[in-house]
């Protein structure tokens, strides 16, 4: 099971992610841009391909790949890899872009959950064909509210920044 997280920028989907990783012992990060809030036990990497290489013998791990394009534009069949053999080595991956059609179809079809923060009407209309119909509403979603699926269940979620960061997850 690989999860999708995607939004347009400044909607929430990085502290989101950031959040998620918090919770967990072994984190492994790709992140191009070197943005800050990231656990500070997670190993970071910003070169796709030294990261490419790093993920190939990592074990039992949850793996964020903020601007997951970039991996398929360095190297498609290893970014393929990741999310097609990487799971038999107990890693859970977590791909994070702009635009839903930022990852190619195959790379979205093995994710079985998604979180979708606000999009414009294209990428939002791609996962409500591919997923469920409630995404057609994420043109108007609000900052920091999303919408979560696995295909059969549906819920809206809000980031709650009161206590800082992390963000607390609320289900509404």
């Excluded at 702009?98 to 079809?109: E, Y």
Aim: glycine share 4%.
């Amino acid at each position: 099971m690989h999860i999708l997280i995607v939004g347009i920028s400044f909607s929430g989907k990085s502290n989101f992610a950031k959040s998620l990783a918090a919770q967990q012992s072994r984190v492994i990060v790709f992140d191009p841009l070197k943005s800050s809030g990231w656990p500070s036990h997670a190993q970071k990497y910003s070169d796709p391909e030294h990261f490419l290489k790093v993920i190939s013998t990592a074990q039992n791990a949850h793996v964020f790949v903020d601007e997951s394009k970039m991996l398929w534009d360095a190297n498609p069949k290893e970014a393929d890899k990741l999310l097609y053999n990487r799971r038999h080595q107990g890693l859970l991956i977590y791909l994070i872009a702009q635009r839903t059609n930022m990852i190619p179809p195959n790379g979205r079809n093995m994710c079985s959950r998604v979180f979708a923060f606000k999009q414009q009407k294209f990428d939002a209309d791609i996962l409500a064909q591919e997923k469920t119909e409630e995404f057609r509403q994420l043109p108007r979603i609000e900052k920091n509210h999303f919408i979560g699926s696995d295909g059969f269940n549906t819920s809206f979620y809000s980031l709650d920044y009161s206590n800082g960061l992390p963000p607390k997850i609320i289900s509404n």
